[in-house]
């Protein structure tokens, strides 16, 4: 990258760094800020000495870096919720509470519950802070919660879920990053709306907005589905996408279409540059920056400022501003600053997959793209524009594809074919639906553009569901660790270098780094898991696992049971890099290592010869008397798989803790593992 800033590059890195080792130190707010003190000192006095001699400037630069870890560390610590002190998770325990909230955002619903997250204002009369999720059962009679609405309630404020099988996705973490540290559940009949809606007033009409919007695009005719893609792609709503649209798209891999972000943004970002081409002088740039800046965030405002769309936005007003101040060459180092304002702001954002993805799609296109275009200058205007998609799209694909395999394990074979024919029926639909909306909200629409550009929408669905059907261009379960993931990029970096403009010393750094890989590749693939047995939670029969020698064995009562549809299994399987599992009839009786485990189903027999259990595993509610199955068996642990009815689980427990037996419920706890 020309004119690339590397000392501010390497304090960010210092910053990230701050922000990862914060957990691990634990630190209060006060010893990190007397840390950056301390750090700020050496700094200056540094500085004084950097004046007098030319020596000082390595360790200024090493006290700069040092000084972005601590503020790093101390960012993290203001911004922590569970610091402050007025938090509602130093008040809420197990009892109910009467809990007044804000309601700031509706999220997906489940089958069952609408989701909401709210803003506790009170409890039990006190002043509280916090974000809570809200769950409420699902009833189409009762009118729905709107953002701002101001609620009453009393509910029990439980802890976020913990994932209930091996390896799942952590869902309660993902809350966490979001500073929602507590859930509660209710029917609408245990809710008591006030007065007024309030809260952030740009952001309540921007959902009130939305809201009008919706209503008008519904007296026109579009299907269910394109309403659906109108409302995800302008207004940021993804509620109304069914169930067999997202698993499309999510196997086609093109899921963050659905979710504005990055690249909607940043074709919106080039749109209005095109638009505003003629103002492109010296004296109009600034008026054409701040239209381009001003029409981002009111985007980002009406599609209700997510952290994806707030990001996405603060990275194209700096790039906008680089370009003013420095012209294209300044983009890397206004993406930098960037990232060094939103990492202030929320330290949490650097654990966002999104947050990363964006960051990496974007600097490697400002890197690579260039360079890659560079190889061939078509002259015929629409060979020019499909030969930049494909430059963006593989120098975009080689920034994101490392921390692709490390959250989602698999590889779009078409992504190129697919980019190639995405990106540019996505700007036509981006570019065309604004005036769609504009012209339906004046009510100017007529019913024929409406219904081709509902046509256009059906052809996205259409070629993403083909995509999605071609199954084998997608190579899954590549299964890669953090060593390998930074090993990759220090590889990506120091090739790509070395292509751009070859030396003697990039050769030789190309090489560490190709030594560098293959041994964190060699490493990870030396990590054997360790042999285990697992009971795994699940509504609707029974599944035990064993892990023994490198191979997995699955068990289960259900003779059409299919592993490889079956998430949970997926997940456990590309965690532990296993490529397959072989699944058996579930037993009454297992042996693994020293243990001895009793399984008791509906039948209720237990009465196995020469076998006293170490654990015994109740599944499908069998009619025991588990006080004399514990005489039989004192010394044994109880577990109740996620098969029994509640009221059983609720009875075996209450018999466990009268006499201190070990009890597990995995409906609760989760899946129980067994390694010893």
């Known amino acids: 990258m020309h004119r690339l800033n590397f000392a501010v590059l390497l304090i960010l890195l210092g910053l990230i760094a701050g ?25 200056v006095v540094i500085h004084i000495w950097h004046k007098r001699s030319d020596i000082a400037s390595i360790p200024f630069l090493f006290s700069a870096i040092a000084l972005s870890f601590f503020i790093g560390t101390f960012a993290t610590a203001i911004h922590n919720p569970l ?78 879920p913990k994932p209930r099988s091996p390896y799942q996705f952590d869902y309660g973490k993902y809350l966490k990053s979001r500073h929602i540290y507590g859930q509660m559940r209710v029917s609408n009949d245990d809710i008591y709306k006030l007065g007024a809606s309030s809260g952030n007033m740009l952001l309540l009409w921007a959902s009130r907005f939305r809201e009008s919007v919706q209503q008008t695009l519904q007296s026109y005719p579009f299907s269910d589905r394109q309403l659906a893609i109108i409302n995800a792609l302008f207004l940021g709503q993804r509620q109304d996408i069914d169930k067999e649209m997202s698993s499309q798209y999510a196997a086609a891999g093109m899921m963050h279409i659905l979710a504005v972000s990055g690249l909607h943004v940043g074709i919106i970002f080039m749109l209005l540059k095109v638009l ?32 994806s769309v707030m990001r996405a936005a603060t990275m194209f007003t700096f790039l ?6 420095g012209g294209k060459r300044a983009s890397p180092n206004a993406l930098i600053y960037s990232a060094l304002l939103l990492l202030l702001i929320d330290p949490n954002l650097i654990y966002h997959v999104g947050f990363q993805l964006s960051y990496l799609a974007v600097a490697a296109i400002l890197w690579v793209q260039p360079w890659l275009f560079g190889f061939w200058n078509p002259r015929n ?44 029926l996505l700007t036509y639909l981006l570019s065309v639906g604004i005036v769609v909306i504009v012209l339906a909200i004046l009510g100017w629409l007529p019913d024929s553009w409406a219904q081709g550009f509902g046509s256009a929408i059906d052809a996205l669905n259409n070629f993403i569901a083909w995509v999605a059907r071609q199954e084998s261009f997608v190579i899954q379960d590549i299964t890669i660790g953090i060593f390998v993931l930074l090993s990759s990029y220090v590889l990506i970096v120091c090739v790509v270098t070395v292509l751009k403009k070859y030396s003697y010393g990039k050769l030789m750094l190309c090489g560490i780094s190709i030594v560098l890989f293959v041994s964190a590749t060699l490493y990870e693939r030396s990590l054997m898991p360790e042999d285990h047995f697992v009971i795994f939670q699940q509504s609707r029969g029974s599944l035990f696992g064993k892990l ?98 509640r009221s059983y689980v609720e009875l075996w427990e209450a018999t466990c803790r009268k006499r201190k037996i070990p009890f597990h419920s995995t409906y609760e706890k989760g899946a129980f593992v067994i390694y010893e």
């Open 19 to 43: 922000i990862v080792c914060s957990p691990y130190f634990q630190v209060t707010s006060l010893v990190a800020g007397g840390l950056c003190i301390l750090s700020l000192l050496a700094l």
């Open 83 to 160: 610091l402050q002190e007025h938090h509602y998770v130093h008040k809420a325990d197990s009892l109910d509470h009467t809990v007044h909230l804000n309601i700031v955002e509706k999220l997906k619903p489940s089958a069952y519950q609408d989701k909401f997250v709210g803003r506790v204002l009170l409890m039990d009369s006190k002043t509280v802070t916090g974000k809570v999720l809200l769950n409420v059962s699902k009833d189409s009679l009762a009118p729905s919660l709107r953002v701002g609405d101001n609620v009453v309630l009393s509910s029990a404020i439980e802890p976020v």
């Open 276 to 307: 505003t081409k003629p103002l492109d002088r010296k004296k109009w740039r600034w008026l054409r920056s701040l239209m381009i800046i001003t029409a981002i965030w009111a985007f980002a405002t009406i599609t209700g400022l997510s952290p």
């Open 320 to 325: 906008e501003i680089g370009t003013i101040w």
């Open 381 to 424: 205007y629409v060979l020019r524009i499909l030969w930049g998609t494909v430059t963006v799209t593989t120098a975009a694909q080689l920034g994101v594809v490392p921390v692709s395999l490390f959250y989602f394990h698999q590889f779009p074979g078409l992504f190129l074919l697919s980019n190639i024919a995405i990106l540019p």
């Open 548 to 645: 023994q020698h490198n191979e997995m064995t699955l068990y289960s009562n259900d003779t059409t049971y299919d592993a490889s549809k079956d998430y949970k299994v997926k997940s456990y399987r590309q965690a532990l890099t296993l490529h397959s599992a072989r699944v058996d009839t579930l037993f009454n009786a297992f042996r693994f290592k020293r243990n001895k485990i009793l399984r008791i189903d509906s039948l209720g027999i237990y009465g196995v010869p020469n076998l006293v259990p170490d654990y015994i595993v109740l599944t499908e509610s069998p009619k025991i008397n588990l006080t004399r199955l514990l005489n039989y068996f004192p010394n044994a642990t109880v577990i109740a798989d996620g098969s029994n009815y």
